[in-house]
């Protein structure tokens, strides 16, 4: 394959603590570093959330404006893409960072089953992030945990409520939504190819140790991928992965395996139909 994969890295996340790994970044400053060092490996996305003083997720916007300022100053190029996710804040407070418009902003267009709790997102929430996006230019990145929000972002993408081609990422892995399974995979991206064209790119994630299995088969298949220790803080049962970094340099490793080359910072962009840096 020669089309350049797209790898993005997921630094923070709401649930990893250092008593977990280490080497998760809480404070701004370790994730701008760590964000750096993963850009270097080969990431060209940064998806981020924000901690507070005591570590907590939130969706401060102030906070989201110090990591966003930082990462444009020492990743120049790097696509900064926001979490509007539901363990950061409740309603719209969700999406109270997209006014500094970033480059792009994940979004979920329907509800599911986490570990201990559902994962709320009803549809009046979604039509105002959507439509918050669209008021900034920031492209969405929809995280389908089910089926039914890949219909949900063709629905919407048809109805203007998504401007452009929607960038689909699939979720797997996590316990008691989508588990890892090679024929839905495959047919997610069927249903991706069908509904929105064959050239449209999209992205897979994997929770867990599923994350390096669902690495290669996004991989493989011609899609892009994501690692970070958002979604995984191990390289193996026995050992810690010691950055982000890491687990960036294992995706760039199967992106050789398939011949495929990592896509800059700059051809992410293009590939995405994203704004110049």
């Known amino acids: 394959m020669s089309n350049p994969c797209i790898i993005c890295v997921a630094i923070t996340g709401s649930l990893p603590t250092k ?3 280490p080497a998760v970044p809480i404070t701004v400053a ?3 570093e760590s964000t750096q060092e993963a850009m270097e490996a080969g990431a060209s996305i940064a998806h981020c959330h924000v901690r507070d003083e005591d570590g907590k997720p939130t ?3 102030d906070r989201f404006a110090a ?9 120049p190029g790097l696509i900064v893409q926001l979490s509007t996710g539901g363990r950061s804040g409740a309603g719209q407070a969700r999406g109270g960072m997209l006014s500094l418009s970033p480059d792009m902003a994940s979004l979920s267009v329907g509800s599911n089953n986490f570990p201990t709790r559902v994962y709320e997102n009803p549809p009046d929430l979604v039509d105002w992030l959507a439509s918050e996006m669209v008021k900034h230019d920031v492209k969405p990145e929809i995280e389908a945990f089910d089926l039914s929000h890949i219909f949900q972002a063709a629905k ?10 929607p ?15 090679r024929e839905v995979f495959d047919f997610y991206i069927h249903t991706v190819h069908r509904l929105f064209g064959n050239d449209t790119p999209w992205c897979a994630a994997g929770i867990g140790a599923n994350q390096i299995v669902v690495n290669e088969w996004a991989v493989s298949s011609g899609g892009h991928a994501r690692t970070g220790l958002e979604d995984n803080v191990r390289l193996d049962r026995d050992t810690l992965a010691p950055s982000n970094a890491a687990l960036v340099k294992r995706v760039v490793e199967l992106c050789e395996t398939y011949e495929r080359p990592v ?15």
């Open 19 to 21: 008593e977990n790994n």
């Open 263 to 277: 896509a800059t910072p700059t051809e992410a962009r293009r590939i995405l139909g994203l704004r110049a840096a």
């Open 30 to 32: 370790e994730q701008i």
């Open 59 to 61: 969706s401060d916007p």
């Open 167 to 181: 960038y689909v990422q699939f979720v797997m892995g996590v316990k008691n939504a989508m588990p890892v399974d």
């Open 156 to 165: 919407m993408h048809a109805d203007g409520r998504i401007k452009a081609t």
């Open 67 to 75: 990591l966003k300022e930082g990462l444009e100053k020492h990743c």
